[in-house]
């Protein structure tokens, strides 16, 4: 789930259904935050809807002298002390206030819980869709990368998930696995004649151990690179190679 306090499109990679449902039974709650953070304050008018988000997104902005908040559909159901948790942290956020520990702490077990996970992860699935390029590239077909370094580090036994390339020649975000979509994505900036083929394998070889290695929750902490994460990495015989190249870029 993303806080924030405005504005600005979700990621590209995934769309928002347009469904859209007014609701005013959380206007008391975040009426009621409103007033502990600014209590000489005029109220303004507050409007809540429940939106048919890919994730547990959530928005406020202030427009016209309106607090307008979006809340993903996915808290619906959400217990009171978490939409109270919500309403401090966003509004703390639009007015620049210092966020309470203990709603912090109650939005993140909440966020972080294994039944809310697993929810969010089905939620993505069923109504994000995943633009792909497709495996083959003008010089490496990834699909030929990934079943050489299948038979050489894991036995040939990791089942294949979608590969593609990306649609622009991202220099941010070299590679990721996007568990909800099963979809490995490297970028398209590696596919030219001057990425050495180790770059390549490194970097779909990294993203193949987040299969072997899901990530965890310790506590409230996501557990991306565990140590058996890390110990598999440095298998790979031209790391240093690779991640000097990478550096270069």
Known sequence: MVLRPDHGPLSTAFRVLPSILVTADFAPIFQQEYRALR???????????FRRFTSLN?????????????????????????IRAIAHILLAKLYRKPIDPAH????????????????TELIRHARGT?????????????????DTLNVQFFG????RPDLT???????????????????????????????P?????????HEMLHLKHPVRMRGLRRCVHSAAFKADEQRFPQLKEALAFIKRL
Do not use: C
């Open 104 to 119: 912090n702490l109650r939005f993140k077990r909440f966020a972080s819980s294994a039944a809310v996970t697993r929810q």
């Open 197 to 205: 083929r180790y770059a390549v394998e490194y970097l779909l070889y």
């Open 58 to 82: 959530t928005t406020i902005r202030l427009r016209e002298g309106q607090i307008r908040v979006s809340l993903s559909d996915l808290l619906e159901g959400a217990p009171e002390s978490v």
């Open 130 to 146: 995943k633009r792909y390029s497709g495996p083959e590239g003008r010089f490496y077909n990834l699909e030929e990368v990934f």
């Open 165 to 195: 390339w990306s649609e622009t020649n991202a220099r941010r975000s070299l590679g990721h696995y996007d568990a909800a979509h099963n979809t490995i994505v490297v970028s398209r900036v590696f596919d030219r004649p001057s990425s």
């Open 39 to 49: 209590p000489r304050a005029p109220m303004p008018p507050i409007v809540i809807r």
């Open 156 to 159: 040939g036994l990791l089942g």
